[in-house]
């Protein structure tokens, strides 16, 4: 069974940093495009970035390029985001997802982890 | 950047009613169309991708449709448990971009 598993989420003032980490299990985790979504309160899922499998690849978009970092960790079946220059409309649900394998969609999500930025 | 949009933004049907929600992208996707599935306190899940394959587990009512800049999603006969809100995303190119959201309510 696929599980995706985020921690690091937390409170953070306005211009702090955080760091999401994903646990991924149930699969062969060095094969599959990883992605981070967030649900910010009472608005709809917005993608944030993705990793390829080798990490050669990586796209962000415009609302967070510049501030946050995606990552993996394929010896530890990880996947990363570093938060830097926290704003308040960065409070939400982090989604950790897999990418399916062939089309470009999201097949498996974690259950989410909140972060709220505020002072 | 592609942006997708959605119609309507919320509705509310009998069950057993059919109901339909439509996307469309700002330019042509051809048919790398994905549609999700967001019940309340739950993580969200994949109902169909390439506009019209349903994933595994997914009820044969959920139909989707179109290419290029217009794609619908038909739910055949509306079910209490599909209270959920819908959304599209495209996925032929980064950002992989999706529509805000159709929230769908039993009457």
């Known amino acids: 069974e696929v599980q995706l598993v985020e921690s690091g989420g937390g409170l953070v003032q306005p211009g702090g940093s955080l760091r999401l980490s994903c646990a991924a299990s149930?699969?062969?985790?060095?094969?599959?495009?990883m992605n981070w979504v967030r649900q910010a309160p009472g608005k709809g899922l917005e993608w944030l970035s993705d990793?390829?499998?080798?990490?050669?690849?990586?796209n962000y978009a415009e609302s967070v390029k510049g501030r946050f970092t995606i990552s993996r960790d394929n010896a530890k079946n990880s996947l990363f985001l570093q938060m830097n220059s926290l704003r308040v409309d960065d409070t939400a649900v982090y989604y950790c997802?897999?990418?399916?394998?062939?089309?470009?969609?999201?097949?498996?999500w974690g259950q989410g982890i909140l972060v709220t930025v505020s002072s | 950047d592609i942006q997708m949009t959605q119609s309507p933004s919320s509705l509310s049907a009998s069950v057993g009613d059919r109901v339909t929600i439509t996307c469309r992208a700002s330019q042509g996707i051809s048919n790398y169309l994905a549609w999700y599935q967001h019940k309340p306190g739950k993580s969200p899940t994949l109902l169909m991708y390439?506009?019209?394959i349903l994933q595994p587990g997914v009820p044969s009512r959920f139909r989707g449709s179109g290419s290029g800049r217009d794609f619908t999603l038909t739910i055949v006969s509306l079910q209490p448990e599909d209270v959920a809100t819908y959304y599209c995303q495209k996925y032929n190119s980064a950002p992989w971009a999706f529509g805000p959201g159709t929230k769908v309510a039993i009457k």
């Open positions: 997802v897999r990418k399916k394998f062939g089309p470009d969609c999201l097949d498996s």
């Open positions: 149930g699969f062969t985790f060095n094969n599959y495009t």
């Open positions: 390439a506009t019209s």
């Open positions: 990793i390829s499998f080798s990490s050669r690849t990586v």
